[in-house]
Every structure is written in structure tokens, then in C-alpha cells.
Nanobody
Framework: QVQLVESGGGLVQAGGSLRLSCVASGRTFSISTMGWFRQAPGKEREFVAAISWSPSTYYSDSVKGRFTISRDNAKNTVYLQMNSLKPEDTAVYYC??????????????????WGQGTQVTVSS
């Protein structure tokens, strides 16, 4: 069983920054693909960023150039540094573990374990 616990959300003004953290339990973290998704009220959960074991990274077009995903395998932690935040970034942010260690996916079904989410609110 894998547990994921996110932290770091909060309220920030437009143009500000936040760093989200996700601590994972389990021995396979270092070879797992990890992803961040977000869900705004009334909308479906959408892909934000992912990082593989190598590490390769991939971002949605809406956050590319503003967000950075990284990992610290010694701490079993994946991070999402969010800069130049916009009101449209407001959502609950979730981290998730990929089903397949050797590829990155943007599809929710390709992730098998999810955290409880952390709220990010960006005011205009």
C-alpha cells in the first residue's frame, strides 16, 4: 500500500509563488513516475506535470514555463514549484503515482495511488 500526503497549498495573490510537496510511503518511490493533477470547482481533474525516475519531466501547456516538478528520492518527496500564479490556477492539487515506472502519462487512469489533495487559491 502506498500513501501520498500533499502539503504547501494556501492563498496567494496573482503573480506569487507556492511550492507543493508530496511525501510518499513505500520502497519503490525512486523508480516510480509521479504526477500532479488539479481539479477546479465544476471541472474535471486535469494533468499538470509529471516526472519519471530518470528523471524526465512533462508539463501541460497551461503551466509550462511557470511550474517546475522535481523529486528528492532520499526524502521520498515530489515537489511542484509554482511561479507567476494566475487566478485560473485555483484548484485542489493532487499528487499521484504512475502505474508504469518507465513512462510518463497525462491520463488519470495511468495513476493508481492518489493523495488527499491540497487547496491552492490565487486571488486577482
Amino acid at each position: 500500500q502506498v500513501q501520498l500526503v500533499e502539503s504547501g497549498g494556501g492563498l496567494v495573490q496573482a503573480g506569487g509563488s507556492l511550492r507543493l510537496s508530496c511525501v510518499a510511503s513505500g520502497r519503490t518511490f525512486s523508480i516510480s513516475t509521479m504526477g500532479w493533477f488539479r481539479q477546479a470547482p465544476g471541472k474535471e481533474r486535469e494533468f499538470v506535470a509529471a516526472i519519471s525516475w530518470s528523471p524526465s519531466t512533462y508539463y501541460s501547456d497551461s503551466v509550462k514555463g511557470r511550474f517546475t516538478i522535481s523529486r528528492d528520492n532520499a526524502k521520498n518527496t515530489v515537489y511542484l514549484q509554482m511561479n507567476s500564479l494566475k487566478p485560473e490556477d485555483t484548484a485542489v492539487y493532487y499528487c499521484a503515482r504512475g502505474r508504469h515506472w518507465n513512462r510518463i502519462s497525462t491520463m488519470r487512469d495511468e495513476y493508481d495511488y492518489w493523495g488527499q489533495g491540497t487547496q491552492v487559491t490565487v486571488s486577482s
